[in-house]
T-cell receptor, first 109, second 113 residues
Framework: QKEVEQNSGPLSVPEGAIASLNCTYS??????FFWYRQYSGKSPELIMS????GDKEDGRFTAQLNKASQYVSLLIRDSQPSDSATYLC?????????FGSGTRLQVQP | DAGVTQSPTHLIKTRGQQVTLRCSPI?????VSWYQQVLGQGPQFIFQ???????GRGNFPDRFSARQFPNYSSELNVNALLLGDSALYLC????????????FGQGTRLTVV
């Protein structure tokens, strides 16, 4: 079982819609979770961090954490073509970030 | 403020050679971590350094080594390069060794031929 799992996609949504990205993790001890955006050929860019159960909003982005279910999600409202990228979920485990393989998001104009 | 800087950006090496990659963290950040990312995968943890000491090591062979300098910059060395070492090598900078946010540099694209 992978430690952080994501659906590889691609997830295709029309412009202006809500994109919902999901992630599950295996280590119950993990306390810190992060979402990174990675454009093709570029390095990951941190877009959200979340440490406690519930929702955290930043602009068009909302991260949701449910530690009991070991589940993290990212909602992107009013999706734009510029949001088309791979989204990496990461959990802090044993002194390092453990990443999922990423979900590719395509926003159709 | 300058972000995380890595050098070089691209590198081509021959099997069996050795390579050194460099990283300068964000000013004020004391922790540097190294990750390897192959196409289609998420980054894989290689090392973490904090205050010049190794604080964590991932599941990589001894051909991989690293160090951190007094100014918190870091080098990653890979000896006896294999074709499978071809990847994007990422340096991440964070304030501390604890579970704080990590910011990546632009990466070094290593191709082994």
């Amino acid at each position: 079982q992978k430690e952080v799992e994501q659906n590889s996609g691609p997830l295709s949504v029309p412009e202006g819609a809500i994109a919902s990205l999901n992630c599950t993790y295996s280590d119950r001890v993990s306390q810190s979770f992060f979402w990174y955006r990675q454009y093709s050929g570029k390095s990951p860019e941190l877009i959200m961090s979340i440490y406690s159960n519930g929702d955290k909003e930043d602009g068009r982005f909302t991260a949701q954490l449910n530690k009991a279910s070991q589940y993290v999600s990212l909602l992107i409202r009013d999706s734009q073509p510029s949001d088309s990228a791979t989204y990496l979920c990461a959990a802090h485990m044993w002194r390092a970030l453990t990443f999922g393989s990423g979900t590719r998001l395509q926003v159709q104009p | 403020d300058a972000g995380v800087t890595q050098s070089p950006t691209h590198l081509i090496k021959t099997r069996g050679q050795q390579v050194t990659l460099r990283c300068s963290p964000i000013s004020g950040h004391k922790s540097v971590s190294w990750y390897q990312q192959v196409l289609g995968q998420g980054p894989q943890f290689i090392f973490q350094y904090y205050e010049k000491e190794e604080r964590g090591r991932g599941n990589f062979p001894d051909r991989f080594s690293a160090r951190q300098f007094p100014n918190y910059s870091s080098e990653l060395n890979v000896n006896a390069l294999l074709l499978g070492d071809s990847a994007l090598y990422l340096c991440a900078s964070s304030l501390e060794a604890k579970e704080t946010e990590a910011f990546f540099g632009q990466g070094t694209r290593l191709t082994v031929v």
